[in-house]
């Protein structure tokens, strides 16, 4: 955002905002701006991605303002008295002024000498982070804290019941139902409007609803809907301390405001959505006798979630949980929380359930150093001590059940993953900036999420590949792509295939990329009517020989072929486009005479690899030795680092093998001598290039008698 002119000390701001927000009737005011900045309209019967971008509309408040607004309100008692017109339209405006001047007051840096010095010390401490924190805004949707909630504390079902005298699945399903009452709610309140005068306009009593109105939809007795109400309601709790906008915030962990007659406001469901997910943590960690247990279900649920997510990509042989690592002598050296094997890579994730702190929210240094080494340090730095021990083939892998896990050792490359549990405001930032690595050779740099980007990213990137090469591409760019959220850059790479050369210094994205994203994720799993398919890079080469081939290759999982898996990834459409033509084009003219034809490519400048490709039935043993003869000799008069070979059926066009030619060029008078016959024979036609086109009218290749026309031509 830009910087207001003229802009006022931040706590001044604050107290006049706090001023506002005790206004008579101001709840009205935060119901007409929850509705307008947390609908999506469309005129449709189905979301569009037009109305999903209104979501990233800059004049819209963002939730995080939105609960300080409700929760300035309630440090005195709620007044529903209606504003007249006027006064209504004036508070509105008075709001949005205050919250766009509050923002631009943290956006100015005070106590700032001007020095390189100073402006790098302030870029690395906690009060710069005071504004991302806040502003970066929610990087998980409504329905993953809804779903992980019942997942998470299924652990602790009995400390429910015996405590709070309901259990997680009587929780889930009233928690679960106000989002459907609301909504009915909203719209009778919209019906009710067309019938009413200007003076009694307000969406507020959408907002409202009463535990019968849980019971009708549940099912579940008053008691002990009233038990769960009770337990997420504000009534108890005081916001005194609600002195900035890092200051906890009481409505955010019980967002419920009773009312009077029974009745209910809930003015964010998201905020009680997160309430669910995170509020029972403070709940146990009161009861003496419970915390340590607790805890140890908060590391569990963390490792089995990831690891079902994991082995949703990678299958339940490739994915591993609990192994230690010991060495000759027996000893421990270390433990892998999850372990995920794909060929000769490797992902060590390491979990963590740390939260942050409010004093750390607040930009307290200390408290953010502290709270991010024990949530992101600990787990990166124990996933590349256990990747080092990995690599020395005399260490053991053990499972659980005491039998050695036996796998690839040859290792190209290992992925240490950091993951957390809870949501963790403005995560990759605060990773760019605090986290400390270490370089390696085969170790790559570290990729730090929490369980709801992995959720997403496990979703969408459904194949070992695609998960794979997105990591890949993620982790070696690093501080070349910023974002507010993790599944901004994911979106980026879903429409455009993430790429970038040495000539770019930095790709910053802009949080509406992320509009295609949230219709997919909202339709799947949201309840928006039809799911919906992402028009980028998934849905692009569906059914062409490049989707085969990569399908085949993870199937295959044979090193020589997972290589070229991951270079094929980072291809321009415009290359894969050229390599489904010519594929097509040497499989027809095999399929005509059932004899060998070939294609060698070159790719790029800056992903500089060649690829040949055999189409033959000729028995493996005869077909490997030509194949890996001709990548040698094209390897060699190409002066290439990266070649590969593949060699596809004549009527299938699958892959039958792969080799791969990965080494350093160096000049051999012996090559020399071995292709000077093939360079001339080279010369006489470019890579790429084949015989005469095949006419229209002429006899399809395929053998069918039919004219090309009328045949292969449009297939």
Known sequence: MSVLDNTRDEKAIFDDLEALCQQPGYAHIIAYFCFRDNSIFSDSKQATKDAILEKYNQNRLIRNEISLLIGLMCKKTLNLELPEPKKFQELVSQTELLLKELHSSMMIRTGDSGSIEEFLKYMN?????????????????????????????????????????????????VISSIEGIQTEKINETLKDLQKEKLNNYTILPGYIFSIQDISYKTGID????????????????????????????????????????????????????????????????QDPKYKNKAMEHRGKFTEDFSYERLRHVFGEKNVFKNIDIKDTNSNKLGEIDVLVTFGNRLIILQAKSKKLTISARAGNDDALNNDFKKAIQASYDQAVECGIFLLDTTNTLILPSGEELKINRNIAEIYPLSIISDHYPALSIQARHFLKQRQHPIIKPAFVIDIFTLDVITEILKTPLYFLSYINRRVTYGDKVISNHELTILSYHLKNNLYLTEEHSVLWLLDDIGAELDLVMLSRRG??????????????YQGTFFDTLIKDIENDKNPNVIDLGFKLLMLSETSVSELNEKVRRICLDSMRDRKLHDLTLIFGKDNSFGLTIHCTDAPDDEAMLKLDSHCELRKYVSKLDHWFGIAINIDSSRVRFGINKIYKWRQSDKMDEKCRRFTKLISQSSLGKFKRKTGRNDNCPCGSGKKYKKCCLNK
């Not at 009060?127 to 299924?154: C, N, V, W």
Request: net charge negative; charged share 20%.
């Open 125 to 173: 401490s906690g009060e710069m982070l005071r504004e991302p924190i806040f502003y970066t805004g929610d990087s998980a949707y409504h329905f993953q804290y809804r779903d992980f909630s019942k997942f998470k504390y299924s652990y602790d079902n009995d400390w429910f019941i015996l405590n709070k005298e309901y259990s997680v699945e009587q929780l889930y399903k």
């Open 222 to 285: 008053a008691k002990t809907i009233e038990n769960i109400i009770n337990s997420f309601s504000f009534s108890k709790e005081s916001n005194d301390k609600l002195e900035c906008i890092n200051d906890f915030n009481a409505t955010n962990a019980y967002p419920i405001l009773p009312l009077e007659n029974g009745k209910f406001l809930l003015l964010q469901y998201y905020s009680l959505l997160e309430a669910l997910y995170e509020t029972p943590f403070f709940w146990f960690n």
């Open 527 to 540: 309840g928006l009517g039809n799911e919906y398919v992402h028009s980028g890079i998934l849905a692009k």
